[in-house]
């Protein structure tokens, strides 16, 4: 009698549409309310605005036209 080979086989399990869809709002939700936490603290509002300009001005350069 000829042997079989026994396979193994990996399965990896994906969470259900519904699972991950949970899983997307809720992200979504944490993301938000840390935006308003953001949003009403003024000296960090300041320093990010700040930030953004700065960045602007590396990408665009100095002699930026407004």
């Known amino acids: 009698m000829a042997s079989k080979k026994s396979s ?4 990896i399990l994906r969470p259900a549409k519904s699972e991950e869809r949970r ?3 809720e992200s979504a939700i944490s993301t ?3 935006a308003d936490e953001i949003r009403n603290n003024p000296s960090l509002m300041r ?20």
Do not use: A, P, Y
């Not at 193994?8 to 399965?11: A, E």
């Not at 990010?48 to 930026?64: A, C, H, P, Y």
């Open 23 to 25: 899983w997307e709002i």
């Open 32 to 34: 938000l309310k840390r």
């Open 8 to 11: 193994s086989k990996v399965t």
């Open 47 to 66: 320093d990010v605005k700040k930030s953004i300009i700065d960045l602007e001005k590396s990408i665009m350069g100095t002699n930026k036209k407004k």
